[in-house]
């Protein structure tokens, strides 16, 4: 595996890691005190942005075991853009995640919806709302970023 796929799923293992954590730590009051952090204090805003940047480093990890770079300008777009046009138009992840899995059919458009929905999260929820309305989100988000980085792994470390 090349060395810099690799940097970038450690980024992205990071990224939810970085998530989880703040999760616990936001319903934990306990925690809170160890880490002098205010009663009442969440950071689900910021487990939303760490799980979509979990997605996007996966993303750009799978780009790169076929060359593909992407960058900025509007490098989140492209990494979309062409995470959808190289992995899930062209049915290469469908026909990876069913080798991988046999029976249970996980489709490339589950995993592209994830990755559209985190992002369009990741901007409504960071930017609009406050963070204690966000915990439900946050946790749903946790879980489509494990999802999506499981599988991106899976198909890349085969």
């Known amino acids: 595996m090349d060395s810099k796929v690799k940097i970038y799923l450690q980024r992205a293992l990071n990224e939810l890691s970085i998530a989880k954590l ?5 319903n934990n009051d306990e ?5 002098y952090v205010s009663e009442g204090t969440t950071y689900y805003s910021s487990v939303i942005s ?5 997605i996007f480093y996966s993303a750009k990890a799978i780009l790169l075991t ?15 853009e ?10 290469i992840l469908d026909v990876e995640l069913l080798k991988i899995y046999k029976k249970m059919v996980i489709r490339a458009d589950g995993l592209l919806q994830i990755f559209k929905d985190e ?5 409504h929820f960071t930017y609009h709302t406050i963070p204690q309305a966000n915990k439900n989100p946050a946790e749903e988000s946790m879980k489509n970023a494990t999802i999506f980085l499981k599988n991106i792994r899976v198909i890349i470390e085969k």
């Open 119 to 123: 992002k369009w999260k990741r901007g």
């Open 66 to 80: 076929k060359n593909i770079k992407t960058e900025s300008p509007q490098v989140h777009k492209k990494t979309y």
């Open 31 to 35: 925690g809170k005190s160890k880490f």
């Open 22 to 26: 703040l999760f616990n730590i936001s």
């Open 82 to 91: 062409i995470f959808k046009t190289i992995f899930v138009d062209s049915g």
């Open 50 to 54: 760490h799980s979509y940047y979990t």
